[in-house]
């Protein structure tokens, strides 16, 4: 699907183009069939500078995430189905042409431009709101820009781009509300007031409880013990804390005690039944908070029921996220007239610097016609003028340089609307 939205004027954006997947028209496992694949820096280096070079392009911006990937190249050739499907083809040469055209989308021109400011300030993201594509944007124009791929006409979008974005997450609330289930649980027990070093026992080392470490060790919770049925996988989820690993099955004879319990395995049923519970808790009768984020829930409900619990679970949590992601979207049509007004912005600088470049040598030109006029085409009826004639005319010459220099440049910013 190509989208164009070409000007009528010379000086437009139509040189900007964008060859893009995302998770809205794949499975996000097929995107990795559109990525550069390398093994380092420099296979993927190579393999960007000869795309770069066999299709003939002025400029390229190359960006892989875990849900879309962005070519933003600059060129004047024509954007149709036979140059996407010979470039992905290129890429993969697995790709059918057929795949290729249903999954790819274009855009040139104004459309383009407009795609690429969307997506980094988060309107077009998998999750709306979320500031990480900016700086995976940001990081792939630096590795584009050492490498060589890109030029002025990149770098000018870039540094506008990342201003637009940064006016849309200051001037909106576009960002505001977690919609992560782990943040929302970090932020439950952070308003639990759970002291810094409170016993947390980590029940589940799959990526959940990873990403739930992030937080601990973000907001300096140290005193950790892992619980997992592989020893392996708890002990490295335990080096970010210095603390103890065990397997799972040795919980029920954990006698430490604990103030919080986050629990996140892969059980198929609750495994936090009341008897283990009650082990584990021992003669504590302090509430303890629990944060189930488990599917389903691994902490059975007489457990939740009985004993003496401020309890978290994952439910009430994807709700949350639900009503703050709606309360982002509401947030997206602010947005959208945000990026307009830079658009229109960036589009009046953008021409103002390419009719400058066009006029960069209309000076020294117009000198060259006042020196051969002076030297060569009058120079024998100059020669028959007194000096005082000769340095009028000279004067009159130079006046006339200055003016016709002057003439193209003012109307070429009336060009400029």
Not at 53 to 61: A, P, V
Not at 81 to 90: D, E, I, P, Y
Request: aromatic share 8%.
């Amino acid at each position: 699907m190509i989208h164009s939205w070409r000007g009528q004027k010379k000086y437009m954006l139509n040189e900007y183009k964008i060859l893009t997947v995302t998770h809205k028209h794949v499975r996000l496992e097929r995107i990795a069939d559109f990525v550069v694949t390398h093994v380092d820096d420099n296979e993927l280096q190579e393999k960007l500078t000869n795309l770069k070079s066999q299709f003939g392009l002025d400029e390229l911006l190359y960006v892989a995430t875990c849900n879309r990937v962005i070519y933003l190249y600059k060129s004047a050739k024509e954007l149709d189905l036979s140059f996407v499907t010979s470039f992905f083809q290129t890429i993969n040469s697995s790709l059918s042409a057929d795949y290729i055209q249903r999954i790819i989308t274009a855009y040139e021109g104004k459309a383009a431009i407009n795609h690429i400011y969307e997506v980094s300030s988060s309107i077009d993201s998998l999750v709306v709101g979320e500031r990480e594509i900016l700086r995976q944007i940001r990081e792939g124009f630096e590795r584009s820009e050492k490498w060589g791929l890109t030029g002025s006409s990149i770098r000018l979008l870039m540094k506008h781009l990342v201003e637009a974005s940064k006016e849309v997450y200051a001037q909106t609330k576009i960002g505001e509300k977690q919609i992560s289930v782990v943040s929302l649980a970090i932020r439950k027990l952070l308003e639990s007031n759970l002291s810094k070093d409170a016993r947390i026992l980590l029940v589940g080392a799959g990526q959940t409880n990873l990403l739930v470490s992030k937080f601990l060790v973000k907001y300096e919770y140290t005193n950790v013990t892992v619980f997992n049925r592989s020893i392996e996988k708890a002990q490295k989820l335990a080096e970010r804390f210095n603390a103890n690993a065990f397997l799972l099955s040795e919980l029920p004879s954990y006698r430490e005690g604990f103030d919080c319990m986050i629990v996140c395995t892969g059980a198929t049923e609750a495994i936090i039944k009341k008897p283990l519970y009650q082990q584990v808790l021992g003669d504590d009768g302090q509430e303890k908070l629990i944060v189930d984020l488990s599917i389903p829930n691994n902490v059975d409900r007489p457990v939740v029921e009985e004993f003496n619990i401020n309890y978290i679970e994952i439910e009430d949590l994807k709700q949350l996220a639900e009503l703050n992601l709606e309360f982002r979207k509401q947030e997206v049509g602010k947005a959208k007239i945000l990026l307009q007004r830079q658009i229109n912005e960036f589009q009046k600088i953008f021409q103002q610097r390419q009719i400058t470049k066009a006029l960069q040598s209309v000076p020294s030109e117009i000198k060259a016609i006042k020196e051969k006029a002076l030297n060569e085409v009058f120079k024998k009826d100059l020669e028959s003028l007194d000096d005082n004639t000769k340095a009028l005319f000279e004067k009159m010459m130079t006046y006339m340089e200055k003016k016709c220099i002057s003439v193209p440049m003012k109307a070429a910013k009336e060009l400029i609307v």
